[in-house]
């Protein structure tokens, strides 16, 4: 739908209230896979990490990872969900080439983990409780990339090829219950609502939780109805948004293009929709009713999955501390302002200050360089701060460099492209660039000289106490010793010799 076409977003919100449910889907990062013992890594050659089980040769028999049950009890956990003590796993039966099996193992009438709920709070500060209906366990697909043609999906590709190494991650499906009360801020809570869960599963370990690796993908629901009505509106689905500005932008799309096909009486098609971040639009996928026959029925290969009390007690017991308690904690600890903590947690930046932190930086002198520097550069490369290549203990040390006044902030800032290019630590960019601030007086006093030279009145004003005087020698220096000069000593300098003469 082109953007003219679809309703304003307000008028959207008068006429309809919104509707969202959300399915995330989080890759486990166990050592193996889900169903034998094939690496798990991301990168690798293709096709190298496959075995009999994994691309399904007849005969084969899959087993359990147990690590992979411990992952998804710690997050039904997280999620305050129940904890089946019984589950199966059932086929979910579908013929697509990135499954080498034509059908997927997963849970069905029997989740791991069900019921639950998750406390989220939106950057307006606004609070709600996402209900959670249920996280099963299933395995990941393969991937495949279509070549030739313009998009890169299937349509218009000459070929496709296949790499069966994801085939067998583990993965946990987390789905909500619909979601209703977020009124305009609909869109923000589902960005929200990912942005815990992620935060939930990094803080676990049970998952690397990189959405531009595809770690955490997640697939937004959204539905309109008149206010007052109550049946739902029938609902599309957003699949593979892979992060959390799409999110928020994709919900945003499908409230605005649905209210408008609404409004001019045309119904709205149950389908999957793909989102397409260059366009800032959704366009449509497949059809998908509620009763899509996957013929699933128990997997006949596995055993039930029966985690006795005392393992769901042992690993409760080494549950981190809940996202909304950990966040009234750092808060403190920190000593951030409101507005500057609630600027950290919407730029997603709580993990890098409190590494940064633990590696000997002032909280503020963190959040300064996270929130200021380091934003403006992602900014200024179309990426997300979170994806920057710099540790929170080199942002550390940079903040002791500046600290200690080797470096000042201009040349602080130069080291830090060095860093992003990937030179190595600060410390050591600035002993191989020989960046560090000049303060040896004997250097300092001769450009000062220099400077001198050619504006000798600056002396006489200085001792008249026209202090601005100063301006023009200290720029001169800074000029000449191309910004290394330590501007404070600089200044001292000129004073004593204005005063000494
Ligand atoms: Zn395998």
Redesign the pocket.
């Known amino acids: 739908m082109a953007k003219d076409e679809l309703m304003n977003y307000e008028k959207a919100l008068e006429m309809f209230e919104v509707v969202i449910g959300l399915e995330v889907h989080v890759e486990l990062n166990t050592k193996t896979?889900m169903f034998?013992?094939?690496r798990n890594e991301f990168g690798d050659e293709p096709n190298t990490?496959?075995?009999p089980?994994?691309?399904a040769l007849p005969g084969s028999l899959p087993a359990v990872n147990r690590k992979a049950i411990e992952s998804s009890i710690a997050i039904g956990l997280a999620l305050d969900c129940e904890i089946a003590p019984n589950g199966r796993f059932a086929r979910k039966n579908y013929f697509y080439p990135d499954l080498a099996k034509n059908f997927q193992t997963s849970q069905y009438d029997e989740p791991i983990a069900f019921e639950g709920h998750l406390d989220v709070e939106l950057p307006s500060g606004t609070k709600h409780t996402v209900q959670i209906e249920r996280a099963h366990m299933e395995e990941d697909a393969g991937k495949l990339t279509h070549i030739g043609g313009s998009t890169g999906r299937i349509q218009g590709a000459e070929y496709s090829l296949v790499d069966y190494n994801r085939a067998?991650v583990p993965l946990v499906e987390i789905v909500t219950k619909p979601v209703y009360g977020a009124g305009a801020e609909a869109p923000e809570l589902a960005a929200a609502y990912v942005r815990y869960v992620r935060e939930i599963v990094k803080g676990l370990g049970v998952s690397d939780a990189k959405m531009e690796r595809g770690n955490v993908r997640c697939d937004a629901n959204v539905s309109l109805r008149p206010h007052g009505q109550e049946k739902l509106g029938t609902r599309t689905e957003t699949k593979n948004v892979n992060s959390l500005r799409s999110i928020e932008r994709a919900v945003r799309y499908e409230i605005q293009r649905q209210a408008a096909l609404l409004a001019k009486g045309t119904a709205i098609i149950q389908e999957t929709r793909h989102w397409h971040e260059d366009k800032g639009a959704t366009s449509s996928g497949r059809p998908k009713s509620d009763a899509d026959d996957y013929r699933y029925f128990p997997e006949p290969d596995l055993v039930p999955v029966q985690p006795s009390k005392a393992w769901i007690e042992e690993i409760r017991a080494t549950l981190p501390e809940k996202p909304a308690d950990r966040r009234k904690r750092v808060q403190a600890e920190w000593g951030f302002a409101d507005l500057e903590f609630r600027d950290v947690i919407n730029a997603g930046l709580m993990d890098q200050i409190d590494e940064t932190v633990a590696a000997g930086a002032k909280p503020q002198a963190a959040r300064k360089w996270w929130t200021g520097e380091l934003a403006r550069i992602a900014n200024s490369q179309d990426k997300d701060v979170t994806d920057l290549e710099i540790s929170g203990a080199y942002v550390a040390e940079l903040a002791g460099l500046v600290e200690s006044g080797k470096l000042n902030d201009r040349m602080a800032r130069e080291v830090l492209t060095y860093v992003l290019a990937g030179e190595g630590s600060p410390a050591e960019i600035v002993a191989a660039r020989g960046l560090e601030v000049v303060s040896d007086d004997g250097a300092l006093i001769a450009a000062i000289d220099e400077a001198l030279a050619k504006q000798p009145a600056v002396l006489d004003a200085i001792r008249e106490g026209r202090m601005q005087a100063a301006g023009a020698v200290i720029g001169a220096v800074m000029q000449a010793m191309k910004g290394s000069a330590d501007a404070g000593r600089v200044r001292e300098l000129l004073i004593e010799k204005a005063n000494a003469s």
């Open positions: 896979k034998c013992g094939c990490n496959v075995c089980i994994c691309i067998g």
